[in-house]
T-cell receptor
Framework: GQNIDQPTEMTATEGAIVQINCTYQ??????LFWYQQHAGEAPTFLSYNVLDGLEEKGRFSSFLSRSKGYSYLLLKELQMKDSASYLCAVRDIYNQGGKLIFGQGTELSVKP | DTAVSQTPKYLVTQMGNDKSIKCEQN?????MYWYKQDSKKFLKIMFSYNNKELIINETVPNRFSPKSPDKAHLNLHINSLELGDSAVYFCASSQELEGRNTEAFFGQGTRLTVV
């Protein structure tokens, strides 16, 4: 939404590492989610952070700094199938009753 | 087994018509949502509903109305369709635990085209 910012597009090379940043402003932060969405498909859950620090899940890691209102999603050993839109979403207990509010998504293109 | 399913997947209709999109979840979740994804791929929440309350995004026109016959279903009814309603509509569900919702699971989306 209007309080969540992430780059619109990124390009990276197969086998490389890419970091997708997300900044947010909320009054009642209660968790940050990353979703992956391939073209024409539904968003699928990747990761969840509610405390500061790094959460690692295989090739994907997500970091959160609540004091800075900042998160990033790190993708390692990029594969062509990682080409997708990556959505940052925040749960704000004072907005929409604590439901997920999404950023506009970052379109990642992985090239050979 | 599909966790969140919505029908139809594609819907083409004329301006002024009334249409419904159905959604069902078999995850036993207590909260369901409708999101609208526009051409810029921005996912915007329209409604969230559980057995306690319906929360409506105030920017959603009242031509849109959610209907929930039971906990596993949340249908979306749209009256007097307009060209600007063309978008992909996603249904989702989640479970409320200790006062907060877990991650949302999404249906496959309904691509609505109003002509």
């Amino acid at each position: 939404g209007q309080n969540i910012d992430q780059p619109t597009e990124m390009t990276a090379t197969e086998g490389a590492i890419v970091q997708i940043n997300c900044t947010y402003q909320t009054s009642g932060f209660n968790g940050l989610f990353w979703y992956q969405q391939h073209a024409g498909e539904a968003p699928t859950f990747l990761s969840y952070n509610v405390l500061d620090g790094l959460e690692e899940k295989g090739r994907f890691s997500s970091f959160l700094s609540r004091s800075k209102g900042y998160s990033y999603l790190l993708l390692k050993e990029l594969q062509m199938k990682d080409s997708a839109s990556y959505l940052c979403a925040v749960r704000d207990i004072y907005n929409q009753g604590g439901k997920l509010i999404f950023g506009q998504g970052t379109e990642l293109s992985v090239k050979p | 087994d599909t966790a969140v399913s919505q029908t139809p997947k594609y819907l083409v209709t004329q301006m002024g018509n009334d249409k419904s999109i159905k959604c069902e979840q078999n995850l036993g979740h207590d909260t369901m949502y409708w999101y609208k994804q526009d051409s810029k791929k921005f996912l915007k929440i329209m409604f969230s509903y559980n057995n306690k309350e319906l929360i409506i995004n105030e920017t959603v026109p009242n031509r849109f109305s959610p209907k929930s016959p039971d906990k596993a279903h949340l249908n979306l009814h749209i009256n007097s369709l307009e060209l600007g309603d063309s978008a992909v509509y996603f249904c989702a569900s989640s479970q409320e635990l200790e006062g907060r919702n877990t991650e949302a699971f999404f249906g496959q989306g309904t691509r609505l085209t109003v002509v």
